[in-house]
């Protein structure tokens, strides 16, 4: 029991930083959860490709624009090198998310990535069934 306030401060300022490195330090996972994760990161870059090839489709044919102000003139005017560029950066951030997998803050990046990616997958999918449904009512 701490005799006097400082003491007592000290303490509860040594639990904060023992709480914060805590944080930090924590290790996540089993054998079997890194399996369902190696799962997730799979289908977050077979998505990633998806969208590649959906996103140079709809913007070749004029139907949408990039979203990335970053890539918006590489679609335009270098369609393999865009296709590329999205992959290559997207396996440099899964393979960094991957290497501290052990982390939950890497393990919530790999989830945001996959819920991110699975939104653009239905936006993807619900803009083609427009346009199929177009299609068959013209």
């Known amino acids: 029991m701490p005799s006097s306030i400082s003491e007592s401060m000290s303490a ?57 102000p970053f890539l918006e003139q590489i679609v335009r005017e270098h369609g393999f090198l865009f296709v590329v560029s999205k992959i ?15 982390r939950p803050l890497a393990v919530l990046g790999i989830f945001a990535a996959f819920l991110v990616y699975y939104e653009v997958l239905l936006i993807h999918l619900s803009f083609a069934s427009l346009l199929i449904g177009e299609l068959i009512d013209a």
């Open 12 to 68: 509860g300022t040594d639990a904060v930083a023992q709480a914060e490195t805590d944080v930090f330090s924590l290790r996540v996972g089993t054998p079997k959860h890194f399996r369902w994760l190696e799962g997730i990161v799979k289908a977050v870059l077979v998505m990633n490709l998806f969208d590649a090839v959906m996103t140079l489709w709809w913007v070749s044919s004029g139907l949408a624009t990039e979203a990335n």
């Open 88 to 102: 290559s950066l997207v396996i440099l951030g899964t393979t960094l998310l991957w290497r501290y997998r052990t």
